[in-house]
């Protein structure tokens, strides 16, 4: 059996990456190499075959670590549709997966067998850059940051008060995973006395890899607040003490 691989730039869209070609005498197997993807998108995978003449298939299916998709049978895998299309010399066999989540990510395999030959190619799935509500949450001595159901693990939280990014250091970060994969990141920083230092700002740092396996650490959201009313009021109060006392000295 002969196998190569070959680019093909398929005109997908977003999904316009590289091809695998498998090749056995006339037969011809394209799956979409990778997917990136994000939580509740729909995506769809693609394993087209073409062959000289008509195949006698005995096997036409979509794996992950077991069968999801057998040619001719409906999908096993709630939240998962296969479609299979032909024509003469041409059989389309795609799979969709329906909001996708972590759970999803994977390398799924196209198997084909026929009495004219066997042939596979395989798409890999990635899921990123997933978060969903953020809230910023402010008392009159601590503001909090809190980030839902962030996919991959955030890599840290990063702080700022105006142009100011030392202040990192005070803040104290906590990431929890949930029941689903998903993470919950929270970080609290105490609020310093001087609000025209300006806002605060939070960003959630996470991990990111491109078609061509780069892979680096780029933020997915920021959040900027005040230092607070409480807090504002309370430095004004001071000041007006201080100017007073001033003058109650000076009279
Ligand atoms: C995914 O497909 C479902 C069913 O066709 C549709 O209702 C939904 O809007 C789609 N979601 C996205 C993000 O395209
Ligand atoms: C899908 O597969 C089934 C079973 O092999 C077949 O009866 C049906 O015609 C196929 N549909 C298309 C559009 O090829
Ligand atoms: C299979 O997909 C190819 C590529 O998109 C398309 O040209 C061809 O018409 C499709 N074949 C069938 C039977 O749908
Ligand atoms: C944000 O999302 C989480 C988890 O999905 C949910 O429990 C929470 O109520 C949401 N908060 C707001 C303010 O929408
Ligand atoms: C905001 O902080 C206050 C005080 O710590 C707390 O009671 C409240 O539950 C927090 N709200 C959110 C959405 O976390
Ligand atoms: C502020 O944060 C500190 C330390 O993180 C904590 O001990 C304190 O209870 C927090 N205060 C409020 C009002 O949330």
Not at 57 to 83: H, N, P, R, Y
Not at 96 to 104: G, L
Request: glycine content about 8%; proline content about 3%; aromatic content about 6%.
């Amino acid at each position: 059996m002969a196998s190569l691989r070959f680019p093909f730039f398929a005109s997908l869209g977003l999904l316009g990456l590289l091809s695998t070609l498998s090749a056995v005498g006339g037969l011809e197997l394209l799956t979409i190499p990778k997917i990136l993807t994000t939580c509740g998108e729909n995506v769809t995978l693609r394993c087209d075959v073409t062959t000289d003449s008509a195949l006698e298939i005995t096997e036409l299916s979509w794996k992950l670590s077991k069968d999801i998709c057998t040619w001719g049978q409906s999908s096993k895998v709630a939240g998962i549709e296969c479609m299979n299309a032909s024509s003469t010399n041409s059989y389309n066999y795609s799979l969709t997966i329906y909001n996708v989540q972590p759970k999803h990510k994977g390398t799924y395999h196209c198997q084909l067998r026929s009495k004219q030959g066997s042939a596979n190619g395989q798409t890999i799935v990635r899921v990123q850059k997933c978060v969903s509500n953020s809230t910023a949450n402010v008392t009159s001595t601590n503001g909090t940051c809190i980030f839902n159901d962030v996919y991959p693990k955030p890599e840290k939280i990063s702080w700022k008060q105006g142009n100011d990014d030392s202040i990192g250091n005070s803040a104290t970060t906590k990431i929890t995973e949930n029941a689903d994969g998903k993470f919950t990141a929270i970080s609290t920083i105490k609020l310093r006395k001087n609000p025209s230092l300006g806002l605060y700002n939070c960003s959630l740092l996470v991990p990111t890899e491109n078609e061509m396996n780069v892979s680096m650490v780029q933020t997915l959201r920021s959040m900027t607040f005040a230092g607070g009313d409480g807090l504002i009021a309370h430095w004004v109060s001071l000041m007006l003490a201080m100017v007073l006392g001033i003058v109650i000295v000076q009279a």
